[in-house]
């Protein structure tokens, strides 16, 4: 029988950082379906919360959105239009904020067990990505009661999911190194998180934006940046297709925004992560 | 010739200690400019930091198959030993080759969940301490009845007793089939019965060629589960891995350090103050000072004093209560009733109270002491000293009494009619 070898030695950890992570993945399933489990444990309603919470958002973004005439593109309700940028933004939201503080709420283990850090905020993103196909429910509901047929884009959808995914997973990554030595961040995230509800195209189209004259060529850039951006504005596209265009030049800035995220949060992450258990 | 299964070379853990500069007193005024002064200089607060090493050029070979102690004080560095090895933490210098599938194991239950069931947790745990899902499900049964709680398996854990909570971690624990099995204390918490099933099954362990290393504040857990043993001291080697009784006398040797407690400075105390307590030690059999009292062992209390009344020379009783952590009394010690009251005294001495075998058991301990002269209190400090008592070998039978059934021992012998 051949035996594993183990070698640690500062500096050394590097070579076989995705294969550990591959071998650990029993544990990442066990971290996520421990999460899952207690979610909901002790609530009355239980897993409805996952389809209550997008809701009551989503009607009250439509409410405001009415109440300020934002544009709708014809043909499309306006809810429905809503909706499909809730829920990836309530899915972003609670895979950032909770991904951000994870490595804190589970600092026992980083102190008591040897695993890839990474597998932590992973796994947490993973039960809000469970919460978010529950509460796509609501979008399917909708255009049944509306009639509503999507556009052949549908077929993209997954692809925007997976850039949901990644701008959750880099934010999340970045975020949670850094609040393992400043806690600081615990009071930032809720603040991003509740700034990114009205900078991001909920209430609105982004067309409200690009196509506005009396908005400055370079606050658009800036509004494109915002990572979110790109995503909800994919998510619309795909599902309304050309009633809901896509704009090119600022989606590409939110999708590079999105992947410099994942490279600098998994940088980050990497290399702070051997510390964390002298600084937690 | 056996293998090597852990090797260590040189290995060195540093930490950085934040200092707040102190000052005997501070002013708001002070505060106010030094921070403004700070600001000038670009400094932010006034911490300094300093380089604290936990280990330093540490170096040992483990073979396969044996079982080792890693002794030493608080602080001597051993937690930080088991981190390193396990990954948790990684060291400054130094390389470790470890040989084998590596558990460790350095708090009991890690990673429980309470709203969880039993038979939950038993999974969650055991994936976390890197068991595969498949090992889990085939050893699930053995898991269970190790762990005796088999009816409450679907209750969630938050509802166990500590007993039963102790009793279905360590089950998972004591399932693992590493080739390196690394154990920090755990087995201080559990009933005796439990521990003793639990030291049984890590002793298999090591019987089918595991390689086992083991932290404990037990001398007697040690004793009888480890064949060999190093002593670490400030972070660094202080005796070389060796066989178990040698490194274990050592060890003793070596909690002899310097202790002596001064009470002269202490206000709190009562009485006229004319016959003072000005310091207090623990003396072992050799007369050497020692900190820490081990079960059974020889000791002496030495109680030195000053007399400001040199007029105070006659009935003169000294007298030691013994308290446990939680203000259970124990027993006084005085000459009044084992010997007779002292009558001479210089201006400077010592009263000496000798213990044939400390009879108290493992725990955290407190001392009153107090100076009587003519049933006048002199003196009195309540929580003079405050200590602690290892386990040992009281009955020089290479056995402990389990935790449950003690709290102080008696010399006793047993005869079949």
């Known amino acids: ?280 | 010739m056996s293998q090597a299964a852990i090797t260590v070379e040189n290995v060195s853990k540093s930490f950085f200690l934040k200092h707040q500069q102190k000052e005997s007193y501070t002013t708001l005024r002070d505060t106010i400019a030094n921070k403004a002064k700070n600001l000038f200089s670009g400094k932010i607060g006034n911490n300094s930091m300093e380089e604290f090493w936990a280990l330093k050029d540490i170096s040992f070979t483990i073979n396969e198959g044996e079982r080792v102690g890693i002794i030493g004080r608080n602080g001597a560095g051993k937690s930080t030993l088991l981190k390193v090895l396990s990954r948790i933490i990684t060291p400054n210098k130094g390389r470790i080759v470890l040989e084998g599938r590596v558990a460790s194991l350095l708090e009991v239950g890690t990673g429980f969940h309470p709203e969880l069931s039993g038979r939950e947790n038993i999974f969650l745990n055991g994936s976390i301490l890197g068991m595969t899902k498949s090992e889990i499900q085939s050893k699930f049964d053995e898991i269970v009845a190790f762990s005796e709680v088999e009816k409450f398996l679907d209750t969630p854990v938050k509802r166990y007793s500590s007993g039963m909570y102790v009793r279905l971690a360590f089950a998972v624990a004591a399932h693992l089939e590493p080739e390196i099995l690394i154990v920090d204390e755990v087995l201080a918490v559990g009933d005796a019965e439990f521990q003793k099933k639990c030291i049984g099954k890590m002793k298999d362990v090591s019987g089918q060629g595991r390689t086992v290393l083991f932290v404990s504040h037990n001398m007697a857990a040690i004793q009888n589960l480890c064949n060999k043993a190093i002593v670490l001291k400030n972070g660094k080697v202080d005796f070389p891995m060796s066989e178990i009784n040698s490194a274990l006398k050592h060890y003793m040797k070596s909690v002899n350090q310097l202790a002596t407690t001064n009470l002269k400075d202490r206000k709190d105390r009562q009485g006229e103050g004319k016959l003072k307590v000005v310091s207090f030690q623990f003396l072992n059999e050799h007369n050497e000072i020692q900190s820490e009292l081990i079960c059974g062992q020889k000791v002496q209390f030495k109680i030195d004093f000053e007399q400001i009344d040199p007029k105070l020379n006659n009935n003169i009783t000294c007298g030691i209560a013994i308290y446990g952590e939680d203000g259970n009394f124990y027993t006084l010690l005085s000459n009044d009733y084992s010997g007779k009251p002292f009558d001479i005294l210089s201006s400077k001495g010592s009263f000496v109270c000798t213990i044939q075998k400390f009879p108290l058991v493992a725990g955290k301990y407190m001392l009153n002491l107090s100076i009587y002269q003519n049933n006048i209190m002199q003196d009195w400090i309540q929580e003079a000293v405050v200590f602690d008592v290892e386990d040992g070998d009281f009955y020089g039978t290479g056995k402990i009494v389990p935790g449950s059934h003690r709290s102080i021992l008696i010399e006793n012998s047993w005869n079949l009619i």
């Not at chain 1, 544990?27 to 899952?36: C, K, P, Q, T």
């Not at chain 1, 994870?102 to 600092?107: F, G, K, P």
């Not at chain 1, 603040?191 to 004259?213: E, H, K, R, T, W």
Request: charged share 15%.
């Open chain 1, 1 to 280: 029988m051949i035996k594993q070898r183990t070698i640690i030695e500062p500096g050394l950890e590097d070579k076989n950082y995705w294969k550990d992570i591959w071998k650990f993945r029993g544990l990442f399933y066990f971290l996520a379906w421990r999460d899952i489990l207690v979610r909901y444990k002790q609530t009355v309603i239980g897993v409805a919360w996952s389809v209550f919470r997008p809701l009551l958002t989503i009607v009250a973004m439509a409410f405001i959105g009415w109440l300020f005439e934002s544009n709708v593109p014809e043909g499309i309700p306006r809810i429905l239009m809503v909706s499909a940028a809730t829920l990836p933004w309530t899915f972003f939201s609670s895979a950032f904020s909770e991904s951000s503080n994870s490595l804190i709420t589970n600092s026992n283990l980083l102190t008591k067990v040897y695993f890839p850090r990474l597998i932590i905020p992973a796994s947490t993103i993973i039960v809000c990505l469970i919460d978010f196909l529950i509460s796509f429910v609501i979008i399917l509901l909708l255009m049944a009661y509306f009639q509503f047929l999507p556009s052949g884009n549908i077929v993209f959808l997954p692809l925007f999911l997976i850039l949901a995914l990644i701008t959750s997973l880099g934010s999340g990554l970045l975020i949670a190194a850094l609040n393992v030595k400043y806690r600081d961040f615990r009071y930032i995230v809720p603040f991003i998180v509740q700034m990114g509800l009205y900078i991001s195209p909920i209430a609105f189209s982004s067309l409200d934006i690009y196509n506005n004259p009396r908005i400055p060529e370079i606050l658009k850039y800036l509004y494109a940046i915002n990572p979110m951006v790109g995503v909800i504005d994919g998510f619309r596209w795909s599902l309304f297709g050309g009633n809901s265009p896509l704009h090119l030049k600022g989606f590409l800035i939110s999708i590079s925004i999105s992947l410099i995220l994942l490279f600098a949060g998994i940088k980050y992450f990497r290399k702070t992560e051997k510390s964390f258990a002298d600084t937690i």
